[in-house]
């Protein structure tokens, strides 16, 4: 082997090491090799890509979503069957079962509870503690980061409104450099955009302990995703993806990152029609807001299961255009570590974390 090759295989393995240090406080939290956890995405991280993720030295998290606690436990069971490896459930603070969910994750010893879209009632965060369950919440801004780690989470997870699915308003750059610098008691994992081992690397040292990462696996091999979504998103470019638009601050809709289809410009004509309706007089103000509310209901199945990406909800974050192929996880995952420590190695240098 030639000297420089040589050189530049240690380069390589040297830049790894730097790598597994950068996010270790992260992988040890997991318990996984690496530090890259799974995006919870309704219909697409069930037992198949969550299992995948997590054998492939990543974390998978299943995405409960509207699953009564019957069906979640299924999940639950589903996954193990396919992976002794660890993962997390994602559970959504709204559900009208929660407390049922949660007990349903201590039964079969899920190690991570993920309590998303909304600040966690008390009981469900003591029933996750008590149970001894890990809890990771969601932290939009500093000031909710530190009231959710006094409350009792484990760890955060930071999102950016480059995220596909529901988003908040700020981006993941903004939040990590009003985060990230402040919030060392816990664990904290940046989402929202990334597509590249490179992007990771600079989060992680800025003090991220790792990242989580949902667009890039949508289309993986082992998604049960309807070839025409994966096809969508292996077509579609970054600025494809952009959130709902509100067309009457009376009628308030929740922002929703997705590809522009057809769906999504006759969402504009029935908020339109749907407030002409209410001007008349024909339609309640509630009557008007559950009309909006109502138009994407069943719309993410028929995307993802039944492959209509025209009518139905393509929920996609801005890293979509880096999505360009089907590609097994353990793939794509591996690409992700060789960027971050091929960005390493051209340092010529060593990183012993932040």
């Known amino acids: 082997m ?5 050189s530049e295989d240690d380069r390589l393995a040297a830049a790894r090491l730097d790598l597994d240090r950068l996010w270790e406080r992260g992988a040890r939290f997991l318990g996984t090799r690496y530090a890259i956890m799974g995006g919870a995405m309704t219909w697409v991280s069930e037992r198949h890509l969550v299992s995948a993720i997590s ?3 990543g974390f998978g998290v299943i995405a409960c979503g509207a699953m009564d606690p019957a069906q979640l436990e299924a999940e639950i069971a589903g996954t193990q069957a396919l992976t002794e490896r660890p993962f997390g459930v994602n559970l959504i603070t709204m559900h009208p079962q929660l407390d049922d969910l949660v007990r349903v994750c201590l039964a079969a010893r899920v190690g991570h509870v993920v309590l998303a879209g909304g600040i966690p009632p008390g009981s469900a965060v003591r029933a996750v503690k008590d149970g001894g369950a890990r809890l990771v919440c969601f932290a939009p801004a500093l000031v909710l980061a530190r009231r959710l780690v006094r409350s009792g989470a484990d760890a955060l997870v930071i999102e950016g409104s480059e995220a596909g699915g529901h988003i908040g308003p700020v981006s993941l750059t903004v939040l990590a450099q009003e985060i990230l610098p402040h919030m060392r008691e816990v664990p904290v994992f940046v989402a929202g ?10 989060y992680l040292e800025m003090g991220a302990a790792g990242a989580q990462l949902g667009t890039r696996f949508a289309a993986a091999a082992e998604s049960i995703a309807h070839p025409r979504f994966k096809q969508a998103f292996i077509r579609a470019a970054a600025r494809d993806a952009l959130p709902s638009v509100q067309l009457d601050e ?5 922002p929703v990152r997705g590809l522009v289809n057809a769906g999504s410009k006759r969402f504009l004509q029935h908020q339109a029609a749907t407030r002409d309706r209410f001007e008349s007089g024909e ?3 509630e009557a008007a807001q559950l009309a909006i ?4 209901a069943g719309a993410l199945r028929r995307a993802v299961i039944e492959g209509d990406v025209e009518n139905g909800s393509v929920m996609a974050g801005q ?3 880096m999505v360009t192929a089907e590609q097994p996880t353990a793939t794509i995952i591996a690409e992700l570590i060789a960027q971050a420590s091929a960005a390493l190695a051209a340092r010529g240098g060593h990183h012993a974390g932040p």
């Open 193 to 202: 955009g990334l597509g590249r081992g490179e992007a990771i690397l600079s």
């Open 55 to 57: 054998n492939a030295g």
């Open 283 to 285: 339609l309640t103000r």
């Open 250 to 254: 009376r009628f308030p809709v929740i």
């Open 319 to 321: 890293s979509v255009g």
């Open 293 to 296: 509310e109502h138009f994407w």
């Open 2 to 6: 030639p000297p420089e090759a040589a």
